[in-house]
């Protein structure tokens, strides 16, 4: 599946929702249903990656969104908030959503740094700011029959130089609007890895 960038345009803009769009209230409190629609757009990057080896990651972020949006459906005045969706239903002593959360953030987690550290070091490779990220984030958490899976999708990243270019023509607007969208990404990451790994988001 490709992605249809528009003339003069970025991937950015072909996002239903962006993370920059997501709002986060003052108590970091994040809004279900942005969040959900920016987790979904955040799956056509990995089209972009290019490589059957990225369906896995694919999937499993995909799975962990259906598992937080289906709470979400069944209880709609107790999910308004990502942490309200979360301790509502461990109040009724169940936690499928609540691990779907948990499991995202690992999948965010881990493109977040592994575009971060791509970024930050213009000479390093996609796959080892990839390889890198996975050990950081999701590696530890996973199985031996689940890693090389995860591997495999590591070392099959494209090059750097074919990848920026397809995430626009024109680098003096991809940068910027990866820029932005990271920020923002990586926003919501850390307000989410330190709830999902708090007291209240225990089951």
């Known amino acids: 599946m490709s992605v249809a960038i528009p003339p003069g345009g970025t991937y950015f803009d072909t996002l239903k929702k962006s ?14 249903t942005e969040f959900l629609e920016a987790a979904e757009s955040l799956l056509t990057l990995f089209d972009v990656l290019g490589s059957a080896a990225f369906k896995p990651v694919k999937n499993d972020m995909s799975g962990n969104i259906k598992k937080i949006r289906d709470r979400q459906l069944a209880a709609p005045t107790l999910s308004e908030t990502l ?20 499991w995202l953030t690992r999948g965010l987690d881990f493109t977040a740094q592994a575009l971060r550290h791509n970024t930050a070091n213009p000479t390093k490779e996609l796959s080892d700011s ?7 984030t999701l590696k530890p958490h996973h199985s031996f029959v689940i890693k090389p899976i995860f591997s495999a999708a ?32 990586e926003k919501n990451v850390s307000i989410l890895r330190d709830f999902t790994t708090s007291k209240e988001a225990k089951w």
């Open 130 to 136: 990839f390889r890198d990220a996975y050990g950081n």
């Open 154 to 185: 590591m070392s099959a990243t494209p090059y750097r130089k074919d990848f920026y270019s397809k995430l626009g023509d024109d680098e003096s607007k991809v940068q910027p609007a990866l820029e932005s969208w990271l920020t923002a990404l």
């Open 19 to 32: 993370f920059v769009d997501v709002p986060v209230a003052a108590d970091n409190k994040i809004s279900t």
């Open 83 to 102: 942490q309200d969706l979360v301790i509502n239903e461990l109040k009724e002593k169940k936690h499928v959503a609540t691990e779907g959360l948990l």
